[in-house]
């Protein structure tokens, strides 16, 4: 691996992180399946792109995409919730609907921001090197994120989003209404998908209403990964372990792009293969740990 290519993966690890940490809240805290986010990153993306071009600051740019993923992922709650349609369904009509929407805001199928200000502009014109600006702000606000929802998942409300993932019946019985929590919870979540797909979008030079294809497997994935490697146990551990495991997961996925294996080599059309393997060797290495550990110690 190159040592751009290094720093891309980092870049992109970080980057892809924050809707990792997305993934995380519903998947493992909520306990809910959602599929929103395969249409909340190119809403993130298409909010941001259309504020900068019609002359919004960048900054302010990335708040109105994380506002729009807020409100794409409270839809899928309150059609849970209030509509009482299944979780992984509402997601599903919410994602399909979301890629209409996202046409419709960006006025086209795609998205250009050559030319235009972006948050990355400011580090650049302090003299830091084009390839390490990305890396060093995506990082930042990474670290940052998991530092503020470490201590939201302390506060009575965290705790509240955790009960409601592990026992819904015990916390609803304590006074909690548990809609409220699901429907905000998923909207902070598909937030982060959002400010995920606005600094995406920020980085390449444009949006497309096709780039959260795959959102959710890479996401699954790299949560998957970052509980094998690093553990899963507490509050803290599990979403450092989120951000890690992201970074893992696009450090793999360039290490099996630059792979050649006699006439084989590995092509970018291969990503979805690499990362079902990936998925199957993180699931399948800690039972295949436990029982050679089991046999050394019989």
């Given at each position: 691996?190159?040592y751009y ?9 970080f980057?892809?992180g ?5 993934v995380?809240l ?9 599929l929103?986010v395969d249409?909340?990153l190119p809403?993130?993306?298409a ?8 002359g919004?600051?960048p900054?302010?740019a990335?708040f109105?995409?994380m506002?729009?993923g807020f409100?794409?992922?409270m839809?899928?709650g309150?059609l849970?919730?209030k509509f009482?349609?299944?979780?992984l369904?509402?997601?599903?009509l ?11 805001i960006?006025?086209r199928?795609n ?5 235009k200000?972006?948050?990355?502009d400011p580090?650049e ?5 084009p390839?390490?600006?990305p ?10 994120i998991?530092?503020l929802l470490?201590w939201f ?15 819904r ?5 304590q ?11 998923v909207?902070?979540s598909?937030s ?8 995406v979008?920020?980085?390449q ?6 780039m959260g294809?795959?959102?959710i497997?890479?996401g699954l994935?790299?949560?998957?990964v970052g509980?094998?490697v690093?553990?899963h146990?507490g ?6 372990a989120?951000?890690l495991g992201s970074i893992?997961y696009r450090?793999a996925?360039?290490l099996?792009?630059?792979?050649e294996?006699?006439a084989?080599?590995?092509t970018?059309?291969d990503l ?11 699931l399948?290495?800690?039972q ?7 046999r050394?110690?019989?």
């Amino acid at each position: 691996m190159s040592y751009y290519a290094f720093i891309g993966a980092l870049e992109q690890g970080f980057v892809y992180g924050l809707m990792v940490l997305g993934v995380y809240l519903t998947f493992r805290v909520l306990e809910f399946p959602d599929l929103t986010v395969d249409g909340s990153l190119p809403l993130g993306a298409a909010v941001a792109s259309v504020s900068i071009t019609a002359g919004v600051p960048p900054y302010l740019a990335i708040f109105l995409a994380m506002g729009a993923g807020f409100l794409a992922g409270m839809v899928t709650g309150i059609l849970n919730t209030k509509f009482k349609i299944l979780h992984l369904l509402a997601s599903i009509l919410t994602m399909i609907a979301l890629y209409s929407v996202n046409i419709r805001i960006m006025g086209r199928p795609n998205m250009t921001l050559l030319g235009k200000p972006t948050v990355l502009d400011p580090l650049e014109a302090m003299g830091m090197a084009p390839s390490l600006a990305p890396l060093a702000l995506f990082g930042t606000i990474a670290v940052v994120i998991v530092c503020l929802l470490i201590w939201f998942l302390h506060t009575e409300w965290g705790q509240s989003m955790l009960a409601t993932g592990d026992n819904r019946q015990m916390i609803t019985s304590q006074g909690v209404n548990t809609h409220i929590v699901i429907i905000l919870g998923v909207g902070l979540s598909n937030s982060l998908v959002a400010l995920s797909g606005a600094l995406v979008c920020q980085s390449q030079g444009a949006a497309d209403v096709n780039m959260g294809v795959g959102t959710i497997v890479a996401g699954l994935a790299s949560v998957i990964v970052g509980e094998t490697v690093f553990g899963h146990r507490g509050v803290i551990r599990p979403l450092i372990a989120a951000l890690l495991g992201s970074i893992v997961y696009r450090l793999a996925i360039a290490l099996a792009l630059g792979l050649e294996l006699g006439a084989f080599s590995v092509t970018p059309s291969d990503l979805n293969l690499i990362t079902a393997v990936l998925v199957v060797i993180a699931l399948v290495s800690p039972q295949i740990k436990s029982k050679v550990l089991s046999r050394a110690n019989s």
